[in-house]
Each structure stands twice: as C-alpha cells, then as structure tokens.
C-alpha cells in the first residue's frame, strides 16, 4: 500500500461521504484554493440548540482535497457549529493520518477553510 | 521502444540538469546552461559597475556589457536595437503597453480584442485598462482542436472599435502556435494595433519581430534559457517614440527641472531605475547560446519530442490530451488529464520519480472555463529534454494508475 494515498484516503477519494448540495440549508460557504483552481463548497443544517445536524460538501480537486472533506463531514456532524468554528489545522491533518509537505497543506485544509467560512464569515486559512 | 536519438543532445550543459531530473516544466522557466551562469557570475566577480553614468573604465564595461547583450537581444529576434526595451519580464512589458500606450490611444467605447487562450498577464493589464478607460474587453474563442479563427477575427474588428489586438505567439496550456504575422496584419489593416505575447515562442521557434510586423511584441528571458528577473519589449519606433514614459525615475530623463522633465532617447526613456544588469548580461549569453544551436534546430528538437510525447501518452489507458493534433501548428507543450486522478495527483507522484511536471490552471482560468475542466497536468519542452524524459513521464504515469488502483 501507499504511504500517501492509503487506501482508505483513495476510497474516500472515490466515494466521497456527505457530498452534494442541501436545500434547504442555514450556512454556506464556497471557496477556491487559488492555486491551483480547486474549489469547495458546503451547505450545513444547524438546529435550535446550534448543532450542525447535516452537511453537505461539493466541487472538485485532488485526492487529499477531497478525501479531507469526506473524512472531516464524518465528525462534523453531530457537533455544535461554534466548536467546529474553532478547529484549527491540526484537527484535519491529524484526521488525514499521512504525512502532508508544505506544497500540499491547502489541499487538506481547504475544506475547514470553508467550515469556518459558513460558520464564522471569515474564510481566512486554518493556521 | 525504437530507440531514435532526439536531434539535440545538449544536456550536459545544465548543472542543475545534473540532479537527475527529468525536467518537463520549461513552460514555467527553463534551466540554465553553464555559459549564463558563468556569464553572470563573471559581470559580479569582475564588471560590476552601475551602468550610463560613471565615468571611470569599470562603468564603461559595465555599460558595454549590458547595452552589447541589448544589442545581440535584439538581432536575435529580428529587432531594432533602439526598439528593444529591457523589462523586469513580460508581465511588466504588457503593462507598459496597457498604460503607456493605452492612457493616451484607449478611449470610451473602444475595445481591446485578446483570446480564450490568454495567459493571466495579457488579460489582467487589458482589463485594468478598460476599466480605466471605460472601453470594452472582447475574447476570441479557441476551437475543439485549440486554434482561433481569423474569420472570428475579422468580425470583431469588422465593428471599427478594436483599437488594440493582443495574442498569444504560443499558448502556454495548449502549445498552438497562432498565426501572429497575420492577425498583426489583419489589426492593422482595421486600425488597431497588435500586441503578440511571445513568451512561450521565442525560447522555442524562430521569431523575427520584423517579419511578424506587430506594433508590440513580448517576451520573457527566463523562459529562453535566461535569469528571471529580465523581460523583453520589442516595439514599433513611431509608437515608443510618440508613448509617454511608463516609469518615472533616474536614467530615463534627459533633463530634470523643478516642475517637468523631458525624456531620454529610446531604448532609455522606458528604463527607470537602475536596470538588471547582470540579468542582461545573462540573457545576452542566453541568446548566444540558443543562436549557436540555431532556433531551427530547437523548433525541430521541440518537434520531434512533441511528437513521440502525443504517441506515447495515447498508449495510456484514460489520457486525454489537448490542442492542435498537427505538430505544424503545436509548439513543446503537452497538456493532458488521465481519468480518476486529478493532476496534483499525478504531478506528486510524477515528482517522486524525479519527473517535474505542472498541474493545475496554468494562470489561464479563461481557457480552462472554456475547455470545460477545473485542471491539466501539462508537459513541456526544451532543448536538453530527450526521449528518456517522456520514458521516465509515461512510466510515472503507469505508476499513478497502479497507485489509484485504476
């Protein structure tokens, strides 16, 4: 197996969890990793007592991107949006489980970029 | 595989080359040959001097340094000497033109006719500047097979509004060589000027700016075996000439008083600041370089790699490529996506057998709306680039298929 793309990152490459769009939804956010095109969108659902109930991530971008977005919709349902709204780099990378170098960071965090866009309107990235 | 040897085999002239790399990303910037490197630690070890004004014999050397590597620049694209015009790179030419030619020609209503297939820095110049001047930006659409049409052409400047027309030489994504003489031609004829952005052309094919006949004509050294750091501005005389200065500052006044200055000569009054010396000095042994080979073995070297690199990529399973089929018209650019795996991906992998490929827009985001995909993995070439480089490329891409478990 892969050191990299591991199995269980190529099969959430390849059968991404909580994809699509919800309508419909009480936060959005869409975002592009403006260096190299790939883009990500999510739609959440947050109940009375502020916990994100569904999510829904769409767009496109490499395995890591994409796998990021999958494995991270897993957790993020089910927790209140303003934890979510505080999860900083390290919570994803670790998520991921691989080893990720400096010309792929954007590619893992862009998904929690977007997170914290819906959840707190500044889409700055995840330090 | 038939073992038949590239035309060129040059590659023991690039240090770098000799990591181990096979560096297909020349597109990007190219490497550079002992004599440009030796060229520019020459002019810091013995000529360094600020050039045009000291006095003494080692500001002398400096300036013959410089303005002699202007003048082999120059004939080594077919230019006037006067009419060639150091830039920090082809990015900063373009603007010149947008704002020095562009402020005093570009009025409400105009339009400036650029292409789908654009790199970012000859649209967002054009952009800013019809923003400014209240005039309109208009695309030029690029074919299936990625070539424009000169009949969509001629409609556009049909109108009478085209003051400006900027094209790319070669696209950078797609490798199409577009007809530049006669869409110069064509621009002119309807009174508009003509900008050819050459910076993926010159480090590949002959180009005579002459011949081409644009008012304007664009390039970048890094890309042509030279530094960074230095582009090119080759421009009609009448023009330059009538142009109002782009950068204010020292070397390029002729007198300075306390309200207004008038202007240095031509190729001066567009050179503020001190210039990049030693890049110039470097991009003259660049061109020294390339003119020893002759640019018509480059273009038959870049050809004949083009070539093998569309016969071997087909043979993997889910490749697609793109552009122009007929190598006549298909510079040493191969942009390509496998399916299943998208090109950052492939690029990583590429990068872990030594393969430097590029993955992702390309700065050309017009051009990948229009083509209907997010990204490419792209390939390119130059002159130490040989067969075993486009083996070691379709053998990492074998690898990713293996890796995706396509």
Redesign the interface.
């Known amino acids: 197996m892969d050191d990299f793309y591991r199995d269980y990152i190529l099969d959430h490459y390849k059968n991404p969890r909580n994809f699509g769009t919800l309508e419909p939804h009480d936060l959005e956010h869409h975002d592009v990793n403006p260096l190299c095109g790939d883009e990500l969108g999510v739609h959440l659902v947050v109940d009375e007592e502020g916990t994100i109930t569904d999510l829904r991530f769409h767009g496109q971008g490499c395995a890591i991107s994409q796998a990021s977005a999958s494995i991270a919709s897993e957790e993020l349902i089910g927790m209140k949006a303003d934890q979510a709204a505080a999860l900083g780099a390290a919570w994803v990378i670790d998520l991921l489980g691989i080893d990720i170098s400096p010309t792929r960071r954007k590619c893992a965090l862009l998904s929690l970029k977007v997170m914290r866009g819906a959840t707190t309107g500044d889409a700055s990235w995840p330090e | 595989m038939t073992q038949v040897a590239s035309p060129l085999d040059v590659r023991a002239d690039f240090p770098l080359l000799g990591r181990g790399f096979a560096y297909l990303d020349s597109a990007a910037t190219s490497q550079k040959p002992e004599e440009v490197i030796a060229a520019i630690d020459s002019y810091y070890r013995r000529s360094n001097a600020n050039i045009h004004r000291g006095v003494y014999a080692l500001a002398q050397e400096a300036t013959d340094l410089f303005e002699g590597a202007r003048e082999r620049v120059a004939a080594f694209v077919g230019g006037e000497t006067a009419c060639t015009i150091f830039t920090r790179n082809a990015t900063e030419a373009i603007n010149l033109v947008a704002y020095a030619w562009g402020g005093e020609h570009l009025r409400e209503g105009d339009e400036v006719l650029i292409t789908h297939m654009e790199h970012h820095s000859n649209i967002v110049p054009w952009q800013l500047l019809c923003r400014r001047q209240g005039a309109k930006l208009r695309y030029l659409h690029v074919s299936g097979d990625g070539r424009l049409s000169l009949d969509e052409l001629d409609e556009a400047l049909s109108g009478g509004r085209v003051k400006m027309v900027a094209v790319a030489h070669v696209s950078n994504v797609l490798g199409t060589i577009n007809p530049v003489a006669e869409i110069a031609a064509r621009a002119r004829a309807a009174g508009a000027a003509s900008l050819i952005d050459g910076s993926q052309a010159v480090p590949q094919l002959p180009v005579n700016v002459s011949e081409i006949g644009a008012d304007f004509y664009v390039w970048t050294g890094h890309k042509a075996l030279g530094p960074t750091g230095i582009g090119v501005l080759n421009g009609r005389r009448e023009l330059l000439e009538s142009m109002p200065p782009f950068l204010g500052g020292g070397d390029m006044i002729a007198t300075v008083g306390f309200d207004s200055s008038t202007w240095n000569e031509l190729p001066w009054k567009f050179e503020a600041g001190t210039s990049p010396i030693a890049e110039g000095v470097g991009l003259g042994a660049a061109v020294d370089y390339l003119a020893a080979i002759g640019m018509e073995a480059v273009r038959a070297h870049e050809r004949e790699l083009t070539g093998y690199t569309l016969e071997r990529l087909a043979e993997i399973e889910g490749l697609r490529t793109f552009g122009p089929s007929d190598l006549d018209h298909r510079g040493g650019v191969v942009s390509f996506e496998v399916e ?6 492939l690029a ?1 992998i590429c990068d872990r057998e030594g393969v430097c490929i590029r ?3 390309h700065c050309a ?1 017009p051009l ?1 709306r229009e083509m209907g995909i ?2 490419t993995a792209r390939a390119s070439f130059h002159v130490y680039n040989s067969r075993a480089d486009v083996d070691r490329l379709v053998h990492a891409l074998q690898t990713a298929r293996e ?3 396509l």
């Open positions: 299943g795996i998208h090109p950052h991906d990583e993955a992702g827009h985001q990948m997010p990204a890796v995706f478990e």
